[in-house]
């Protein structure tokens, strides 16, 4: 079974500050993973994923099979970084992209000035 | 290219009633994916849609059902509404190749009295 879990709801960082978001897996194959954003009034985005090894907007994710983990960081928090954040999972499979994502709950990033 | 659309954006119905819900994939993509997002949850996946049929299916009763169109466009059908489907309803485009990003629409709204 496939688990996705953000134990977080909530995250308040002042500007400027560094930003960590929490997502842990569960997955018996071999994952892919992505964090998707939410600005307000707008529709769900992909952020990053895991095997483009990329930086979008500042913001980077480690793949840690060892900790089954995949947190979204920034070293400096925008305010225009306010948003709903979710991490996804899906399945490396042979018949290829497009496989169903399993979303964690999200975590509301608010940033103060 | 306006991506993903969705229609209507919000709806009311009454406990019992059915209720079709329809999507337009971004130009390009041949693959339909639906999820139900219930308020403070991540999204939860229904169902996903290549050629016409259905290709992988979440954990959600057979009152839950679709339709894909030769133009890949897509619809979610949900007979005997219950309150608890009360939720946001998503469609993700995306194409059936291996590391195709899932690009989602708007939503729509649905409450059930």
């Known amino acids: 079974a496939q688990r996705v879990t953000q134990p977080e709801k909530l995250l308040s960082v002042f500007k400027g500050a560094p930003v960590e978001l929490k997502c842990n897996y569960s997955y018996s194959g071999s994952p892919e993973l992505f964090w998707y954003v939410q600005y307000s009034r707008q529709r769900l985005q992909l952020l990053l994923r895991h095997i483009s090894r990329e930086s979008i907007k500042g913001f980077t994710a480690d793949l840690n099979k060892g900790e089954t983990s995949f947190h979204l960081k920034k070293p400096f928090a925008q305010e225009e970084d306010s948003a709903m954040y979710y991490c996804a999972l899906s399945g490396l499979g042979l018949t290829g992209g497009g496989n169903k994502l399993t979303f964690g709950t999200g975590t509301q990033l608010k940033v103060e000035l | 290219d306006a991506g993903v659309t969705q229609s209507p954006t919000h709806l009311i119905k009454t406990r019992g009633q059915q209720v079709t819900l329809r999507c337009s994939p971004k130009?390009?993509?041949?693959?339909v994916s639906w999820y139900q997002q219930a308020l403070g949850q991540g999204p939860q996946f229904i169902f996903q849609?290549?050629?016409?049929?259905?290709?992988q299916r979440g954990n959600f009763p057979d009152r839950f059902s679709g339709h894909q169109f030769p133009n890949y466009s897509s619809e979610l059908n949900v007979n005997a509404l219950l309150l608890g489907d009360s939720a946001l309803y998503l469609c993700a485009s995306s194409a059936l190749r291996p590391q195709e990003t899932q690009y989602f629409g708007p939503g729509t709204r649905l409450l059930v009295l």
């Open positions: 849609y290549y050629e016409e049929e259905e290709r």
């Open positions: 130009s390009g993509h041949d693959t």
